[in-house]
């Protein structure tokens, strides 16, 4: 079964940070894209961070550039999300995808065929 799972996420304070890491089973992950989309109560799923098969290419979303580092790990069948400085609107369930290298904008849903489960992550004092 293919499958991917999010872990990692919490509660943190605002300004505090998380790890979120987005592993494999079933398959080979260092052959895909990675995509992670979060969604927050009452708003649509987006886009938030994009890493190519290689590590060469990574995409950020503006809220979130300069904050956020997607990264990968193909030895361990992982990818990252390292999350810094985190406010109350990086609330959310984040979620971690996989396609196929593709110049399709990253944030394009359509393009992703398999998806995690998704993990909570709340900012709050």
């Known amino acids: 079964q293919l499958q991917l799972v999010e872990s990692g996420g919490g509660l943190v304070q605002p300004g505090g940070s998380l790890r979120l890491s987005c592993s494999a089973s079933g398959f080979t992950l260092g052959t895909y894209a990675i995509g992670w989309f979060r969604q927050a109560p009452g708003k649509e799923r987006e886009g938030v961070s994009y890493i190519d098969s290689s590590g060469d290419l990574t995409n950020y979303a503006d809220s979130v550039e300069g904050r956020f580092t997607i990264s990968r790990d193909n030895s361990k069948n992982t990818v990252y999300l390292q999350m810094n400085n985190l406010t109350p609107e990086d609330t959310a369930v984040y979620y971690c995808?996989?396609?196929?290298?593709?110049?399709?904008?990253?944030?394009?849903?359509?393009?992703?065929?398999?998806w995690g489960q998704g993990t909570q992550v709340t900012v709050s004092s």
């Open positions: 995808a996989s396609r196929e290298d593709s110049g399709d904008p990253y944030y394009t849903q359509a393009g992703y065929n398999i």
